[in-house]
């Protein structure tokens, strides 16, 4: 596979949000897109399978299920562009589907470079199908993909896994019409959302039995110790996950179990936590089916279909750019 990797800034980067985040006067934060170092991806992959945790085989299943409805409803030519491809797996469904119409190109997008390497090693037995990989942040990659487009080829964009979620209901609005503004009309977005469910089955899909997710939290302080020299005691401190009910979103936080200091030289600061104190580190928004809808054309999409997932509620739609 090709892979189009970043001028790497990428180290400052880190070491710029890790400073911005942990220096904030009131909730101090860290960034989600931080958890996937090998290490996080990983977990991030045993996460996946853990009973708890459906999302990610219910968005699975929807694809596999319905692989040939939505092709069929997609004019080709199409060049397919994946935001944050991870593993590759789930997409296996729509590329076999799309190539057995005619030759595909697959673009991933991925900020990991070790989820581009899986992902080429997932998808490169499938017939007919030629894949080229950007080392990028989401938007910046798709940018190049769509300079990319040969003339009378359509977009189709894929954004899986209800990473949607992690975005605060605006941004992820903003993020949304971003991508809009990168398409030509007739371009087409899959949207997979994870939706509304009660409060009980998040807290355990997120503090899992085995530790899992615990460990994929707290991943975040070791990358930050491995990358940035800091010395993060990670005994000290505990995963915890919240339910906020105004925002419809599950919390992760990494909690300090005592009063503490921990210096970040890569990041020039020294960070002081009084007991109980917290690092937010990730949220993920529930949807409900409609509001879905609502959103995209907010964004500048019109929504042709949704596929629900009834054992895990959760939505694939069929965006539409208008
Ligand atoms: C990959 C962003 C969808 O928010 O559920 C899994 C990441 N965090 N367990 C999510 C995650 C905790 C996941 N997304």
């Not at 942990?22 to 170092?37: A, I």
């Not at 401190?237 to 906020?244: K, L, Q, T, V």
Request: proline share 3%; aromatic share 10%.
């Amino acid at each position: 596979m090709l892979v189009h990797a970043i001028p790497s800034n990428a180290a400052y980067e880190f070491a710029a949000d890790v400073r911005a985040g942990l220096m904030r006067r009131g909730q101090k934060e860290l960034p989600s897109k931080y958890f996937y170092d090998n290490v996080g991806s990983a977990l991030f992959e045993v996460i996946s399978h853990l009973p708890e945790y459906g999302l990610t085989r219910a968005d699975e299943r929807l694809l596999r299920r319905h692989a040939d409805e939505i092709v069929d409803r997609l004019a080709g030519p199409v060049a397919v562009a994946e935001l944050g491809s991870g593993s590759g797996k789930k997409t296996r469904w729509l590329l076999e589907a799309f190539c057995r119409r005619q030759r595909t190109s697959y673009y991933p997008v991925e900020i990991s470079r070790s989820a581009l390497v899986m992902c080429e090693r997932e998808l490169s037995d499938i017939d007919a199908i030629s894949i080229v990989g950007f080392e990028r942040e989401y938007l910046d990659g798709l940018l190049e993909v769509a300079a990319y487009r040969k003339s009378g080829q359509r977009l189709f964009v894929l954004f899986l896994g209800s990473t949607i979620g992690n975005f605060d209901r605006p941004a992820g609005v903003k993020f949304l019409a971003d991508v809009r503004g990168i398409l030509e009309p007739g371009d087409s977005l899959l949207l997979g959302t994870d939706l509304e469910k009660p409060s009980s089955q998040l807290l355990r899909a997120y503090d899992d039995e085995l530790g899992v997710t615990a460990a994929f939290n707290l991943n975040l302080l070791a990358r930050v110790n491995r990358d940035l020299g800091a010395n993060f005691d990670l005994r000290q401190f505990a995963h915890e996950a919240r339910i906020n009910r105004e925002t419809r979103s599950v919390e992760m936080h990494l909690v300090s179990k005592r009063r503490q200091s921990v210096t970040v030289p890569a990041a020039e600061v020294v960070v002081e936590f009084v007991q109980g104190e917290s690092i937010w580190t990730e949220s993920s928004h529930k949807y409900a089916v409609e509001e879905i809808i609502e959103t995209a054309a907010r964004a500048g999409f019109r929504c042709e279909t949704q596929w629900i997932d009834e054992e895990w509620p959760f939505a694939e739609s069929l965006l539409i750019a208008a």
